[in-house]
């Protein structure tokens, strides 16, 4: 029997037999999606149906997880793969997403255990220049080119392999849709199958799907809900540095974050990252302040860099800033020429976090701020300074989280002093501090004391 499928708004949920600009119902544009339509027969009717359990009968059980070669993999996952989960990594093309799940692959097949990579993109020739780079030579590693779901859905249940690779979600198609592939229909299709199958066999399955850098991840975006952990994987394409992170995980935490380095020989993970991050700082120069970062649920050292130079031309001077929110910079910059006295008018500002990396949290902003006044005065910070704190409105200097764990960052690289706000030093037991030397700063009139 031919599956049926229907289209349906997903504005208003009406149903139509064939596809239309417009939704007959809602009158909302491009809103009707393709879908099997769902018959509750034989197959749905016959899982063994469930019974309530009472809740303190329920006991709690490890899942059993794969442990990957990768420790920092392993570690993003919460602790190893567990078996049947399925798992989407999103990323832009070109940021090596093949190049780890095939690194993933290779230490799997390492292990003894079958894998099968599919690809939708690549051929089977250019999968293994690829590999041959990362150095897959043994192992139960099966590589197949197919873009049809259910003939790799075949091949899977035939080869029950330890962990099943899809190289791309959105080159896949599944013949029961009419739908191109790549529409959100046969993303989620292909991703409800994918997802079946890894119950039912327990084997864990690795989706891979691209993203834009708007996030216009039409298709990925609406597998987020479907599959069991979503990992991002990011970074700029002209650095060579790679951050991995969960976005959602079914199995554990979503704070780990791992940081890998593009080599000639695939990803290598970073195992000090703030040392990583400051090896090309310049030392004694103007403009440059080293902050105490928290990424994911890591302390990690950054340099923050700022530039003021005068305007060349009458007109609006320039304001760019490069890993920071351009917003809340503007506002430090306000903040700084009213509550310290200094005047921005008629220079062009530059402010950028170095080596590509990108800080979203407001502990920056103390660092921000030295760094611009630093460029405006010409003045370096010392060099054996870390700041972290963030800005009020008032110009008073706000605790941050964990500053603990910032403090001993800058204490394990080397730093002689931290800045950071009275607050949080008020709140650590002095016994816990590393020895170095910490001031705590009231407002940022204060903390430009302190530094200057
Ligand atoms: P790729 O994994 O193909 O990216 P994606 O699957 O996310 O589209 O890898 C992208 C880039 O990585 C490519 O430009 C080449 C580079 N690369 C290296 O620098 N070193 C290597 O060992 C490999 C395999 C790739
Ligand atoms: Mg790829």
Redesign the pocket.
């Known amino acids: 029997m031919k599956d049926k499928t229907v289209f349906i708004c997903q504005s208003c949920g009406s149903r139509f037999p064939k596809w239309m600009g417009r939704c007959g119902q809602c009158g909302e544009w491009n809103t009707l999606v393709e879908e099997l339509e769902e018959e509750f027969t034989a197959s749905e009717a016959s899982f063994p149906a469930s019974e309530p359990v009472l809740y303190k009968e329920i006991k709690e059980f490890p899942k059993p997880r794969i442990q990957i070669g990768i420790e920092e993999f392993n570690k993003v996952l919460g602790g190893g793969v567990v078996l049947g989960s399925v798992v989407l990594i999103g990323?832009?093309?070109?940021?090596?997403?093949?190049?780890?799940l095939?690194q993933v692959s290779r230490d799997i097949a390492l292990q003894d255990e079958s894998v099968l990579y599919v690809s939708g993109?690549e051929s089977l020739e250019q999968i293994k220049i690829?590999g041959d780079?990362?150095g897959v030579r043994d192992g139960k590693l099966y590589l197949l080119a197919e873009t049809n779901l259910e003939r790799i859905l075949a091949q899977a249940e035939r080869l029950k392999p330890k962990a099943l690779v899809v190289?791309?979600v959105q080159t896949i198609f599944s013949s029961k849709l009419t739908s191109s592939p790549g529409t959100i229909s046969q993303v989620r299709e292909v991703a409800n199958q994918i997802f079946r199958f890894a119950k039912r066999s327990q084997v864990p399955s690795f989706l891979?799907g691209?993203i834009t850098k708007e996030g216009s991840l039409a298709g990925p975006k609406s597998l987020e809900h479907m599959v069991d952990v979503v990992l991002l994987?990011e970074g700029e394409r002209d650095h060579t540095h790679r951050i991995l992170r969960a976005l959602k995980n079914r199995f554990g935490p979503v704070s780990e974050l791992a940081i890998f380095e593009?080599?000639?020989?695939?990803?290598q993970a970073v195992s000090n990252p703030s040392a990583f991050f400051l090896k090309e700082r310049p030392k004694d120069e103007p403009g440059s302040a080293v902050i105490c970062a928290i990424k994911g649920a890591r302390p990690l050292l950054a340099e923050v860099q700022a530039l003021v130079s005068s305007t060349l031309f009458t007109g609006n001077p320039r304001r760019m800033t490069i890993g920071l929110d351009h917003y809340r910079a503007a506002m430090l910059l306000a903040l700084v020429e009213k509550k310290a006295g200094y005047s921005f008018a008629g220079e062009d500002i530059y402010i950028n976090v170095a080596g590509g990396m990108s800080i979203e949290e407001p502990a920056a902003d103390l660092g921000v701020v030295l760094a611009v006044v630093s460029s405006l005065k010409n003045k370096a910070i010392p060099k054996g300074m870390a700041v972290f704190g963030e800005i009020g409105l008032s110009g008073e200097v706000r605790s941050v989280g964990q500053p603990l764990a910032r403090i001993k960052e800058a204490h394990s690289l080397g730093f002689e002093t931290v800045l950071l706000p009275a607050g949080n030093l008020a709140q650590i037991d002095p016994k816990d501090l590393p020895s170095l030397n910490c001031l705590g700063a009231q407002n940022v009139r204060q903390a430009l004391q302190y530094v200057f």
């Open positions: 990323g832009e093309p070109g940021i090596g997403k093949s190049t780890l095939l993109e690829r780079r990362l190289d791309s891979i691209h994987f593009m080599a000639g020989n695939g990803l």
